[in-house]
């Protein structure tokens, strides 16, 4: 089925006035593919492969271990830290690359915590990822605080009532499942007037939107590398700390690379200066410089205008739905799509995916692949979609909708061969 008269030249006219579609080229990707999940693995940049084939070849294969003074592999992490601080508006000297998110995680919370000494409470949404859950399960079990849950609208009401107990506040920018943005400002300041701490995860946000670090007092954030970064699969998290508090950080997990004099091998731990003292130890370095050499692709774009791009994407997306009639917004009896919006429709309101929930998720997503647009699902029944602003257009937002229009039309989800589920989802 072809697209309503005026939906094909819309997209047309959108992708003609956008000024950073140019970095499309930027990228390789599969002929025909519409990748619409960058917030699972990002793209790959196409200048990365020859990046990596140098640091394997020459840096790795002829300069072996004099590569960490000539190619300054010792420097990587803090090097790239201030590229991903370019993006989260974050001076040089606060971030690290580094270690998983969920390792970045422990870190920050148990930081955190002996920042607030007797102060026994931290407060976290329940609807975080699991991951930041179970972290913090493991680190209050270590440290022994209570995990006290809110979901951000109901946190300052919280902190009025029990602030003077707040030890830290840990919230992500944007809901991994519903794309739900959170207010970082607003938050940030309820939380220091508590006398808390603020940490944001910024898995979903790094990349797709400004963040304003810095301007806005945020205490410690982490974020993932292999999402919007593009860093590659498994490519390491970021951290973040705020200069003021560098000084009185304690890395729960002391190890050498955090060491004031690593090469002195002396037998007491003494923290680097700075921010530096968050490394721990050795980075998996061809991931590590895969991610620097990755960050080069948003060179010359301002985050302001990844997020007019990023908005521009969703909200057309939204628009091709409705025009469309794919949302159910009457009564669950059956009758309609079944397609339900749940990401929020005020642009200032929503991060950088579209969330939907359908009886058939799962199937849904396994029908949009048969058909070349890629997205995901997350249990127990919604279809995800992830919308890059580097390497997406309106056209790709516009076959993404009418794919889903005919998936749904033609009962493709109905087929056996999508319901049973792959291991990862
Ligand atoms: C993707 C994601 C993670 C992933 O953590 P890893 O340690 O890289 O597996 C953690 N938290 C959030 C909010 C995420 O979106």
Same mark, same amino acid.
């Given at each position: 089925?072809?697209?309503?008269?005026?939906?094909?030249? #819309?997209?047309?006219?959108?992708?003609?006035?956008?000024?950073?579609?140019?970095?499309?080229?930027?990228?390789?990707?599969?002929?025909?593919?519409?990748?619409?999940?960058?917030?699972?693995?990002?793209?790959?940049?196409?200048?990365?492969?020859?990046?990596?084939?140098?640091?394997?070849?020459?840096?790795?294969?002829?300069?072996?271990?004099?590569?960490?003074?000539?190619?300054?592999?010792?420097?990587?992490?803090?090097?790239?830290?201030?590229?991903?601080?370019?993006?989260?508006?974050?001076?040089?000297?606060?971030?690290?690359?580094?270690?998983?998110?969920?390792?970045?995680?422990?870190?920050?919370?148990?930081?955190?915590?002996?920042?607030?000494?007797?102060?026994?409470?931290?407060?976290?949404?329940?609807?975080?990822?699991?991951?930041?859950?179970?972290?913090?399960?493991?680190?209050?079990?270590?440290?022994?605080?209570?995990?006290?849950?809110?979901?951000?609208?109901?946190?300052?009401?919280?902190?009025?009532?029990?602030?003077?107990?707040?030890?830290?506040?840990?919230?992500?920018?944007?809901?991994?499942?519903?794309?739900?943005?959170?207010?970082?400002?607003?938050?940030?300041?309820?939380?220091?007037?508590?006398?808390?701490?603020?940490?944001?995860?910024?898995?979903?946000?790094?990349?797709?939107?400004?963040?304003?670090?810095?301007?806005?007092?945020?205490?410690?954030?982490?974020?993932?590398?292999?999402?919007?970064?593009?860093?590659?699969?498994?490519?390491?998290?970021?951290?973040?700390?705020?200069?003021?508090?560098?000084?009185?950080?304690?890395?729960?997990?002391?190890?050498?690379?955090?060491?004031?004099?690593?090469?002195?091998?002396?037998?007491?731990?003494?923290?680097?200066?700075?921010?530096?003292?968050?490394?721990?130890?050795?980075?998996?370095?061809?991931?590590?410089?895969?991610?620097?050499?990755?960050?080069?692709?948003?060179?010359?774009?301002?985050?302001?205008?990844?997020?007019?791009?990023?908005?521009?994407?969703?909200?057309?997306?939204?628009?091709?739905?409705?025009?469309?009639? $794919?949302?159910?917004?009457?009564?669950?009896?059956?009758?309609?799509?079944?397609?339900?919006?749940?990401?929020?429709?005020?642009?200032?309101?929503?991060?950088?995916?579209?969330? $939907?929930?359908?009886?058939?998720?799962?199937?849904?997503?396994?029908?949009?692949?048969? #058909?070349?647009?890629?997205?995901?699902?997350?249990?127990?029944?919604?279809?995800?979609?992830?919308?890059?602003?580097?390497?997406?257009?309106?056209?790709?937002?516009?076959?993404?909708?009418?794919?889903? #229009?005919?998936?749904?039309?033609?009962?493709?989800?109905?087929?056996?061969?999508?319901?049973?589920?792959?291991?990862?989802?």
């Amino acid at each position: 089925m072809s697209a309503p008269d005026d939906l094909t030249p #819309r997209a047309a006219s959108l992708d003609a006035a956008d000024p950073i579609a140019a970095a499309r080229s930027r990228f390789t990707l599969p002929e025909g593919l519409v990748y619409l999940d960058g917030n699972s693995l990002g793209a790959l940049p196409s200048h990365v492969p020859d990046a990596v084939a140098d640091v394997v070849r020459r840096q790795w294969g002829h300069d072996l271990i004099a590569s960490w003074n000539t190619h300054d592999w010792w420097g990587a992490q803090t090097r790239a830290g201030d590229a991903v601080g370019r993006l989260v508006g974050a001076a040089p000297g606060q971030v690290v690359v580094g270690d998983s998110t969920s390792v970045n995680l422990y870190k920050c919370y148990r930081a955190a915590a002996r920042l607030r000494p007797g102060r026994r409470v931290v407060v976290t949404d329940p609807a975080s990822f699991p991951t930041d859950l179970y972290v913090l399960e493991s680190a209050s079990r270590d440290d022994g605080f209570e995990v006290v849950h809110a979901s951000p609208p109901d946190v300052p009401a919280l902190l009025e009532e029990r602030g003077h107990e707040v030890a830290f506040v840990s919230l992500s920018q944007v809901d991994y499942r519903t794309g739900e943005r959170w207010d970082v400002a607003g938050l940030t300041a309820a939380t220091h007037a508590a006398g808390a701490l603020a940490l944001w995860d910024l898995c979903h946000s790094a990349g797709v939107m400004p963040v304003d670090l810095d301007a806005l007092g945020v205490d410690l954030a982490v974020g993932c590398g292999y999402k919007y970064l593009n860093g590659g699969p498994g490519a390491p998290a970021f951290v973040y700390v705020r200069r003021d508090l560098q000084a009185d950080v304690r890395n729960p997990l002391s190890g050498w690379h955090g060491h004031a004099a690593p090469f002195d091998f002396g037998p007491e731990y003494a923290p680097a200066p700075g921010v530096t003292r968050m490394r721990v130890g050795t980075p998996p370095l061809i991931s590590l410089l895969a991610l620097e050499s990755a960050l080069e692709a948003f060179d010359g774009l301002s985050p302001e205008q990844v997020r007019a791009k990023s908005l521009s994407l969703t909200g057309f997306f939204v628009e091709c739905l409705d025009r469309l009639g $794919l949302l159910d917004d009457g009564p669950d009896d059956g009758a309609g799509t079944g397609l339900r919006l749940v990401t929020p429709r005020e642009p200032d309101r929503r991060g950088s995916q579209v969330a $939907l929930t359908h009886p058939d998720a799962y199937a849904v997503v396994r029908a949009l692949v048969a #058909r070349g647009v890629v997205g995901d699902f997350r249990t127990p029944d919604v279809v995800r979609l992830g919308f890059a602003p580097l390497y997406l257009s309106h056209a790709d937002v516009l076959t993404a909708a009418l794919a889903l #229009r005919d998936v749904l039309a033609g009962g493709e989800h109905l087929r056996q061969e999508f319901l049973e589920r792959a291991r990862v989802t």
